[in-house]
């Protein structure tokens, strides 16, 4: 069974930098796409971003293009979401989750959520 956690959230300023890890365990993290997604209060889940199982190929939702970079390193089981920026309205709890088929984006289907960390952007 894989499981997933992530950290590096907290409250930051707005136009301020976070960067949040996911850590995974098991062997699948080598070989399967990432995604990173967030809700917010009274909000369903939403895509933010995903990237490939080597790390060269990469999908961006149009609402962080140009302010958040994901990212991996295989050797440490992690994947990172740099997150630059930053404006009130990315407060929330981000996950990370597995792509376990489908295409590198919102469309594919991904499992083993994590707990999530909270980001809080105050204006």
């Known amino acids: 069974q894989v499981q997933l956690v992530e950290s590096g959230g907290g409250l930051v300023q707005a136009g301020g930098s976070l960067r949040l890890s996911c850590a995974a365990s098991?062997?699948?993290?080598?070989?399967?796409?990432m995604g990173w997604f967030r809700q917010g209060p009274g909000k369903e889940r939403e895509f933010v971003a995903a990237?490939?199982?080597?790390?060269?190929?990469?999908y961006y939702a149009d609402s962080v293009k140009g302010r958040f970079t994901i990212s991996r390193d295989n050797a440490k089981n992690t994947v990172y979401l740099q997150m630059n920026s930053l404006k009130p309205e990315d407060t929330a709890v981000y996950y990370c989750?597995?792509?376990?088929?489908?295409?590198?984006?919102?469309?594919?289907?991904?499992?083993?959520w994590g707990q999530g960390t909270q980001v809080t952007v105050s204006s």
């Open positions: 098991g062997l699948i993290l080598r070989y399967s796409g």
């Open positions: 990237i490939s199982p080597s790390g060269g190929t990469t």
């Open positions: 989750a597995v792509l376990r088929s489908g295409s590198l984006s919102e469309q594919g289907e991904y499992a083993y």
